[in-house]
C-alpha cells in the first residue's frame, strides 16, 4: 500500500485574482509537489494539521507564520522571500524580522539574493529557480523591431523609465515598444495614457491574460525589464525558456537570473542607456543573437523539471522522515508553440 502523502500548506498573500509573480509561484509549486504532497493553498493560516508550511512573502505573511509558530515550535516553517523582502522589508519591518527568524529554512529565487540577507542566516539560505514551459519563438517581422515590456505599473517595477525611452525614441517609426501591466499606481497609468495617445510607437495594452503575455513575448524582439526591486521576476523567466532576449535593469534580481556579465543591462533610472541598448538592438546585426544565445545557455536552469527537484530534495530535508517516493515526476520539455 502506498504511504499516505504528508500534508503542506502553502500561505501566499496573493491569490488568482492578483494575477501576480506570488499567485504564480504558488500555483506552480502546488502543481509540482502535488504528486508527492498534500498541498493547501492558502491567503492566511488560521489553524490545520499540515507538516510544513511554506510562506511567500516575509511581512505579508507573518501573521501566519506567528499563528504557525504559536500552534507548534516543531513543526517545519519554509520561508519564500520576495524581492520587496530581500531589499526592503527584512531590513527595517519588524513583522518581516521576526518571520525570518521563525522560518527553519529560507528560499531566495535568484543566484545573488542570499548575499542580502544577515550573515548569521545565509546557512539556512537555498535557490529556487522558478521555471515555465518552454515555448518556440514566434516569427518576426523584419521591418521594425518590437520591445516589450511586462510588469504591472508600480513604482517598484519603474515604468517611467521605459516611458522615457519611448519618447527618445519617438523619432524611430522602425522601433515599436509595448507595454503590458495593469495601472496598479494610478499616476503612472495616467502617464503610460498620456504618452500612447500622443506617440504612435507606444502602446499600453493594460492587463492581459496569462496566455496572451506569453504569445507577446514569444512575438517580441526584446524583453525589457525596467525594475528596480525583483526576487527573480517569472517574465525573465519566462522570456529565457521562449527563445526571447532580455533588456534588464542592474539589480541583483535580473543579474542573479540572467548572470553577471549579460550584455544587455543599464543602471537603474538610466533611460538613456536603455534607448541606447534599444537602438542597437535594432541597427547592430549582432546584438540580438549576442543576447539569444547567452539567454540560451541560461534557458536549461528554469526548467521545470530543474525546479520540481530543488523543490523536492529541500523539502525531504525538512520532513527527513518521508516515507513516501520523493522523486520529482518528469515534465515534458518538447518546447510547445
Not at 493560516?45 to 516543531?74: K, T
Not at 543599464?266 to 541606447?276: I, P, Q, R, S, W
Not at 549582432?286 to 521545470?304: H, K, V
Request: aromatic share 4%; net charge positive; with cysteine.
Amino acid at each position: 500500500m502506498k504511504p499516505r502523502r504528508r500534508r503542506i500548506v502553502l500561505v501566499t498573500p496573493a491569490l488568482a485574482d492578483a494575477n501576480n509573480g506570488n499567485w504564480q509561484t504558488a500555483q506552480r509549486w502546488a502543481r509540482l509537489l502535488a504528486p508527492t504532497y498534500s498541498v493547501r493553498l492558502c491567503a492566511q493560516w488560521e489553524g490545520g494539521d499540515e507538516e510544513l508550511m511554506i510562506a511567500l512573502h516575509a511581512r505579508r505573511s507573518a501573521r501566519s507564520v506567528r499563528a504557525w509558530r504559536a500552534a507548534s515550535a516543531s513543526r517545519a516553517l519554509l520561508l519564500v522571500l520576495t524581492g520587496t523582502d530581500l531589499y526592503r522589508d527584512i531590513h527595517h519591518d519588524a513583522d518581516a524580522q521576526q518571520a525570518l527568524a521563525a522560518a527553519d529554512a529560507l528560499v531566495v529565487l535568484n543566484e545573488d539574493g542570499a548575499a542580502r540577507l544577515p550573515p548569521a542566516l545565509r546557512p539556512r539560505c537555498h535557490v529556487v529557480l522558478q521555471s515555465c514551459a518552454a515555448r518556440q519563438p514566434l516569427a518576426k517581422p523584419v521591418r521594425h523591431l518590437r520591445a516589450l515590456m511586462v510588469g504591472h505599473l508600480r513604482d517598484e517595477k519603474d515604468p517611467l523609465t521605459y516611458l522615457r525611452a519611448a519618447e527618445r525614441l519617438a523619432g524611430r517609426r522602425d522601433i515599436l515598444l509595448d507595454h503590458i501591466g495593469a495601472a496598479l499606481d494610478p499616476a503612472l497609468g495616467a502617464a503610460a495614457a498620456a504618452l500612447a495617445a500622443r506617440q504612435p510607437s507606444y502602446r499600453w495594452l493594460g492587463a492581459l491574460p496569462h496566455a496572451a503575455v506569453r504569445r507577446r513575448i514569444q512575438a517580441a524582439h526584446v524583453l525589457v525589464h525596467t525594475s528596480r526591486m525583483e526576487g527573480g521576476a517569472h517574465v525573465l523567466t519566462e522570456a529565457l525558456r521562449s527563445g526571447t532576449p532580455v533588456i534588464a535593469s542592474q539589480i541583483d534580481g535580473n543579474l542573479g537570473l540572467l548572470g553577471h556579465g549579460y550584455p544587455g543591462t543599464f543602471a537603474v533610472g538610466d533611460d538613456a542607456a536603455l534607448t541606447a541598448l534599444i537602438t542597437r538592438a535594432r541597427d547592430d546585426a549582432a546584438m540580438l543573437p549576442t543576447l539569444a544565445a547567452w539567454c540560451a545557455e541560461r534557458a536549461p536552469l528554469f526548467s521545470p523539471a530543474a525546479e520540481s527537484a530543488t523543490l523536492h530534495r529541500l523539502l525531504a530535508m525538512l520532513l527527513p522522515t518521508l516515507q513516501t517516493d520523493t522523486t520529482p515526476p518528469s515534465e515534458p520539455e518538447t518546447p510547445t508553440p
